[in-house]
């Protein structure tokens, strides 16, 4: 719900409180946003140099999440979050912030630019928040809020994230390791992992945090014709040409779990 969001939200425009009125929030220079239906708000303040995921992807996304196959994921990062106030940057459906809110935090918000993705996030949890924002820009929350930043397959903004995490707190990102869905690529014409992530994603990071920990995170999934096509579906390869599996296949999830704490 957005009101257990409230807190720690500010005003896209001028930076001061907002508060909820009926259908908007609202904060005291007269800017207004609107909430959606679906109970997610939008203080992207017209400023989303692209939409995200089709509705098709995160169709494919939550069916894929909802049988399972990424839970080592989502359990691996609820393991590492911290009590307090979540934010998972770029929720999709909210898959891994809910379990991190079942596990532990007090009350999360995501932040993604996919309209679709978000009318699942609003509901994926009680406790739970939605935002549509643009991670490349400032981010509409308060300094040093959150215990725990979430990053899973998401661009990632080291200033930002870094503003609004407490001292003690700690940012969890998520990368597709090398061999990560490999029998895919080989086979169906997959986007490649990119022999230089790592270096990247250090790059991006490293002014603003230090890595305290990584893991990698490995297993092998047994999935069916239609599971490995909403596998497909819900990946950056769906709208590159990826062909259809039409048998029964075995595909390792293979990812990099990192993390960090602010310098």
């Known amino acids: 719900m957005i009101d257990g969001a409230l807190p720690y939200l500010r005003c896209p425009n001028c930076g001061q409180e907002l508060r909820r009125q009926e259908q908007a929030l609202r904060c005291p220079r007269g800017h207004s946003f609107d909430m959606a239906r679906q109970g997610y708000a ?12 089709t509705a098709e992807m995160v169709a494919d996304r939550e069916a894929f999440l909802a049988a399972g196959h990424y839970d080592f994921i989502a359990d691996a990062l609820a393991d590492r979050t911290r ?6 940057a770029g929720v999709g459906t909210g898959f891994y912030l809910a379990r991190a809110l079942d596990k532990l935090a007090d009350s999360g918000l995501g932040l993604d630019v996919s309209k679709p993705a978000l009318r699942r996030a609003a509901r994926a949890h009680p406790a739970a928040a939605a935002i549509l924002a643009d991670l490349w ?3 509409p929350i308060v300094d040093a809020a959150a215990s725990t930043v979430l990053n899973v397959f998401a661009p990632r903004n080291g200033a930002e994230f870094r503003r609004i995490l407490r001292p003690d707190g700690v940012l969890l990102v998520v990368t597709p390791a090398a061999g990560h869905l490999a029998e895919l690529i080989a086979t169906h014409g997959l986007i490649r992992v990119d022999p230089a992530k790592e270096e990247k994603v250090r790059n991006s990071l490293d002014e ?24 497909i579906g819900m990946t950056p390869s769906a709208r590159h040409g990826a062909t259809t599996p039409t048998g029964d296949v075995s595909v390792t999830a293979a990812v990099h779990l990192t993390a960090y704490r602010p310098r």
């Open 83 to 88: 009590e307090g106030f979540a934010v998972d």
């Open 137 to 139: 820009g400032p981010l």
């Open 42 to 53: 939008d203080l992207s303040a017209g400023r989303l140099p692209h939409v995200g995921d």
């Open 208 to 231: 603003h945090f230090a890595v305290a920990g990584r893991t990698e995170l490995a297993r092998t999934m047994r999935l069916t014709a239609a599971e490995a096509g909403t596998l």
